[in-house]
């Protein structure tokens, strides 16, 4: 029996000596033993990361899960869980797309990786796990965002459409020539009534002229009522529009500035990790 100083046993940290009769590890400290299998760890660390680059996520991530069965802290095991936590393959993808991709991520795998990362690892993924919560709320305020936006031009159109029937100005001045028209009509006819000498001039030129006036005159007053009715309800559409034109320049600059705040943190992350 030769010791493997490779191998150490995961309960006490002691040295493992291979007993190849029985085709196991033990330790002469506690007494563990292990079978030869569960010390595979390069080539399930291999395997998982191939299913990893591929972007075969749920093979990631049960061949991570498998090692960290053996090591619940793993440090490459749940670094790889969390790349897969983001639909990420690698950690470059990190840098990608602050405010022009979709980003979602399984929070409850990231919050598993950090209660079981190691003390001196813990650092590291709390920090992995606050990155990918601010994408979370940047791509939550992107949606918004896009939202209000849409918002304001359904407020702005609105605005064009009532505004096009509820010209006060034109009804009023229609109103005022039919008016007028009237006016003139019975005028008219009292004219042509004293000139003839019969009533029949009147009803000549107020058939003729008057009735027409009149029955535009009516028509004109009622969209001039409609005007006003619109005009009253598009003022509230205005208070509408400039409250959505504040909360989307607010919003756009909190977009800004964590979306800034979110690139610098990625950056030295990654830089970060390179040194690992």
Sequence with gaps: MNSIKKHYCPS?????IVDNDKQLYYCASCGSTYDYEYFREEEMHNMA??????????????????????????????????????YMDKMDDLLRGEK??????NSDMVKEVIESASDKDRAYFEEFGNIYSDKKKLYDMINKLETLRKDRRMA??????????????EALGIMIISGLLLVGAIFMGIVMTVMMESICGFGMIFLAWG?????????????????KRI?????????????LGDKIKELEEKTDILAADIRKASIDFVE?????
């Design 211 to 227: 009735f027409i006036s009149f029955i535009l005159f009516i028509s004109s007053y009622k969209n001039y009522k409609k005007a």
């Design 156 to 169: 702005d159109d609105s605005i064009k459409l009532k505004s096009m029937a509820g010209d006060v100005n």
């Design 231 to 243: 005009n009253a309800s598009t003022a509230g559409l205005y208070n509408d529009l400039n409250n």
């Design 49 to 86: 990361d191939t299913y990893l680059s591929r972007r075969e996520f749920m093979a990631a991530v049960d061949a991570y899960r498998f090692i960290l069965r053996k090591d619940p802290h793993d440090f490459r095991a749940l670094r790889g869980l969390m790349l897969a936590a983001a």
């Design 272 to 276: 970060k990790d390179k040194l690992i």
């Design 12 to 16: 006490c940290g002691g040295n493992l």
């Design 100 to 105: 022009t991709k979709a980003f979602s991520y």
